[in-house]
């Protein structure tokens, strides 16, 4: 479906852009296909629209004008004379696009395993510096894991409580920030996860999760999980644990959009373990290396995740125990400074900075206003 995305739109001349903001929509109650929209429309004209609170579209300027006045309630026909006026382009050039915009909503809405994030219309958006908010926030709720004690007090030294969680939650979504990833630490520890995950759920944020997904083992919580409205898992692998197994197979037959996340080292037999989930119905693939003298394995393991008809994903974070391997991965597969800022990471003590390697500190988004947090981000 990527290469779909990419080749939807013809050259079309750029106009005006929209103004700026962030818009909502939800079908009337008698139409039969029901969603709800959240367009973020950027000062340039590109924008990002959330469908049903489980996926984020990224959108060129056209594919932003065609989803604002869907929302606006235009109908087809005035969908196409006002976007044919406002880009000097023949009526059959718009129609022809505007109907793969509609296919790719219709696509969307229909699959309930759809992939989280996705381009349309370009690979990636071209004005990187100029966005209002990042397109996502890494949440790291807890730096407990499985290997503390599950007696562990609920908020540990400097973990913050619900109602801290649930502020920022809301600052983010204030500040048109579609899409949050929860991990730690092991997250599934905090006994508040579900109550964050149904409040991302109400406001219409896309929320993704990285665990063990141990505690899914038992039916009544990975049912309290898949029920959340949770859009997508990365599960990160031990292929000696048998019961992680058995709990994986009964998440990939919900329909569940889940990433395997797997650390390679030198001994590792990739080809094995990756046709094993992609045989399973895992949907995609995070890689790390162990060590140094895994690198050559991981380089083959990566390019093998391709040729296995899956998909390597390297934009979503591993559990912070991890920060050495995260740099390994990072020397070989340099990040682009021009992105440092579309992805932040808020601690578990509501600080807020960038991914590695940059980690810039902005802040604390409990405690500071969004915009304040924002504009520190070329001041350091």
Avoid at 93 to 104: E, Y
Wanted: aromatic share 8%; with cysteine; proline share 6%.
């Amino acid at each position: 479906m990527d290469q779909f995305f990419k080749q939807l739109f013809s050259n079309l001349p750029k106009e005006e852009p929209l103004s700026p903001g962030l818009y909502t929509y939800h079908t009337p109650p008698e139409t039969p296909e029901q969603f709800r929209l959240h367009l973020r429309i950027e000062p340039h004209g590109e924008g990002l629209l959330i469908i049903n609170a489980s996926t984020v579209l990224h959108l060129n300027q056209t594919g932003t004008e065609f989803a604002y006045y869907l929302m606006q309630g235009k109908t087809e026909e005035e969908i196409i004379q006002l976007a044919a006026k406002r880009f000097n382009t023949d009526r059959e050039t718009i129609a022809k696009d505007l109907a793969a915009f509609h296919q790719v909503l219709r696509e969307i809405i229909l699959k309930p395993d759809q992939v989280p994030e996705a381009c349309y219309g370009l690979e990636i958006l071209s004005e990187l510096t100029d966005i209002s908010a990042p397109y996502q926030l890494h949440c790291c709720l807890t730096k407990r894991t499985e290997a503390m004690s599950e007696s562990a007090p609920f908020v540990a030294e400097g973990e913050l409580d619900t109602d801290a969680w649930k502020t920022i939650i809301k600052k983010a979504y204030d500040a048109g920030i579609p899409h949050l990833v929860f991990y730690g630490g092991e997250p599934t520890l905090r006994e508040d996860l579900i109550t964050l995950l149904l409040y991302c759920e109400e406001l219409g944020l896309v929320t993704g999760l990285v665990s063990s997904c141990r505690k899914m083992q038992t039916p009544a919580y990975l049912n309290a999980i898949l029920t959340s409205g949770l859009d997508h898992l990365i599960v990160l692998i031990d292929p000696e644990d048998a019961a992680q197994y058995e709990a994986l197979e009964k998440i990939l037959s919900d329909d569940l959009y889940t990433c395997v996340g797997l650390v390679i080292n030198a001994e590792t037999d990739f080809r094995l373990l990756i046709d094993r989930y992609v045989r399973m119905g895992a949907n995609a693939f995070s890689l790390l290396p162990a060590d140094e003298a895994a690198l050559d394995n991981y380089l083959r393991a990566s390019d093998y995740v391709e040729q296995a008809g899956s998909t390597l994903v390297m934009d979503l974070p591993f559990p912070i125990a991890m920060q050495q391997q995260i740099a390994l991965r990072n020397r070989i597969f340099p990040s682009n400074p021009e992105r440092e800022f579309i992805q932040l990471i808020v601690s578990p003590n509501g600080e807020l900075i960038s991914a590695a390697p940059f980690e810039t500190h902005l802040g604390n988004i409990l405690t500071e206003e969004w915009e304040v947090l924002w504009n520190r981000r070329y001041q350091n």
